[in-house]
Every structure is written in C-alpha cells, then in structure tokens.
C-alpha cells in the first residue's frame, strides 16, 4: 500500500486529521471571520450576506451569495459527484478551507465520504522571493522555452518533492540542463541498448508509489547513470533501464544528437548547416596536417557556443 502520510483519508472520515487544529485555535485564528450574525465564532459562513451594491441572489435566507468553501464543494459535486478520488491545493488551504468543504459536502450527502486522497503541495518562491502578481516576480513557461528545454523545466520541477517549498530560480534551470546533459552524453557513447519492460524498474517506480517521491526516483537514475559510467560491458542494459525509468517521469526519451543540437529562441547563434560546413572544413584541414586551421576553426566554434568531440567515427558537437 503507498504512503501518503496525514493526506490519506478513509472510512469517511471528517477531516479533522488534516490541519490538526483544536478549538480553541480556530477561534483565535486570524483567517477566522468573526461576524456579529455567527451564533458561534468558530462557524464558517454558507451563505454570506450581501450588501446594496455587492452581486447577491434572494434565497430562504435572504439576500446574499455562496460562502467562499461552498461554491467549491458545489463545482466538485456538479462535476465530479459526492464522491470522487483525490483533492489537490495548496497546504495554506487546508485550514480553513479545505476543513470547511468535508464539513458541508459530509453532512450535504448523509455523511458519505468526500474525498478519499488530499494532496498538499508546497508554497512556490521565485529567486528567493514568494511568487507574486503583484511583485510581478513570475515566469511563464512561454518565456522560459526561449531560454531553455522543456526537459530542464520539467526536471528541475521534479527535483523538489511537492509537498515541499520551491525556490524557482534560474540558475536551477540551468543546473537541470547541466544533469540532462550527463544522461545524454552517456547515451551518446551506448549505440545499442536492452530496454526492459517497466515493471522490472522497481528502484524507480516504487518512490513514486509513495507520495510521488520523485527526488528519490531521480536518485536512483543518478545511481544507474553512475554505473553506466562504469560498467561498460553492462552499458546497453544501464542505458535501457535509464530510459525505461525515464519514461516513467517524462525524461530521457529524446535523441542524444537532437538535445545537444538544441538552441535558446531569438539567438544568433551558428544554426546546424553552418557547424557541419565548419567541421567538414576542419576535417579536410586535419587530413591534409593544417593544424593551425584545423584549431582555428575549433577555437572560432567555441567561441560561438560550440563543442567539438573528437572520436573514432568522427566529430560530434553540442552546444554549451
């Protein structure tokens, strides 16, 4: 059975386990709007009166509109019914937010469960800073695919449990390229490879079986890339593990030659046709022992962003 710690809700149970707050808290909390038509302050408003000017409908209760925790129990039951699996948001919504749709969706439907699985994730920071609109202080993935891969996105979002707090920064992105690029470089040198079916990748499934562990999942690729590394009379089979684990998190399905090719949008940099037409040139440089070009024309390369490697079957580049 996975684990999923103080989420896992069963048996209909009301919830209380999720905020694990007393009475006396949620009366001296300050999310707790204290109103003189409560008869109790720790009551959480339905049906919130309205005033001239404010949208509101006439009802048995007079003129208002839908408390802020109903209008939620009643999209999830429209939609999704009085029952349904699992329930996400963010942890600064347990209380009171969350505590308040159990109450009502629980006592609307006769005490039947609502939710089976809570899932909380953590808060998100932006270079060190809690994101913001008003600070202004977000990216847009739409902006971020100028600047680098989807994949490094993605694995740098991976690296952080989600329960846990992120610090979305740049330099993390950059971090992630820097990690994808050890995979790919080793799958580089591996031209053949024994995928396994994913049920014999329980390093990495089994994390993931528990609460979505996916620091842990990608460790244990780090682990097989290490013994990739290594083992070269084993590297077709680390390699096919490597991508059946991968595929699991949505990360090392790509070609070698294409993600080392990729380049930032609105760049100025070489594009694929000139740095084949520069190599070409250096090849015939080297086979007729003009070094001095040959390593001028490297050196050119690399300045504009361009590793060359040199091997038995000729000359492979990538990007920096």
Request: hydrophobic share 35%; net charge negative.
């Amino acid at each position: 059975m996975p684990a999923y710690h103080h989420h896992k809700l069963l048996g209909g149970e009301d919830g209380r386990r999720l905020a694990n707050r007393d009475r006396g808290e949620k009366i001296a909390g300050a999310r707790v709007e204290v109103a003189p038509y409560k008869k109790d302050p720790a009551d959480f408003v339905l049906w919130k009166p309205s005033q001239d000017g404010q949208p509101g409908w006439d009802s048995p209760w007079g003129r208002g509109r839908p408390g802020w925790h109903l209008e939620c129990s009643a999209m999830s039951k429209e939609y999704l019914g009085e029952t349904f699996d699992i329930h996400c948001g963010g942890q600064d919504l347990i209380f009171p937010h969350h505590e308040n749709e159990i109450a009502q969706s629980t006592c609307a439907h006769g005490g039947k469960e609502f939710v089976r699985l809570w899932m909380h994730n953590g808060h998100l920071m932006v270079e060190g800073e809690k994101m913001s609109k008003s600070l202004g202080n977000y990216y847009t993935v739409h902006d971020l695919l100028d600047e680098f891969p989807g994949e490094a996105i993605r694995l740098a979002l991976l690296k952080t449990h989600y329960r846990q707090p992120l610090d979305f920064t740049k330099d993390g992105l950059l971090e992630a390229k820097r990690e994808l690029d050890g995979f790919y470089a080793a799958f580089r040198k591996v031209k053949d490879v024994q995928v396994p079916s994913l049920k014999t990748v329980p390093e990495v499934q089994m994390p993931l079986e528990d609460d979505l562990n996916t620091p842990q999942a990608l460790a244990r690729l780090h682990k097989s890339l290490g013994a990739l590394n290594k083992e070269d009379y084993k590297a077709d089979i680390h390699k096919g593990y490597l991508l059946a684990g991968g595929e699991l998190l949505g990360l090392l399905q790509q070609d070698p030659e294409h993600w080392f090719k990729w380049r930032p949008g609105g760049t100025e940099t070489l594009d694929e046709k000139s740095i084949e037409a520069l190599i070409s040139e250096r090849g015939e440089a080297r086979a007729a022992k003009d070094f001095k070009r040959a390593d001028e024309i490297r050196d050119g390369l690399e300045g504009q962003g361009i590793l060359l490697e040199d091997g038995p079957e000729g000359s492979t580049w990538k990007r920096a």
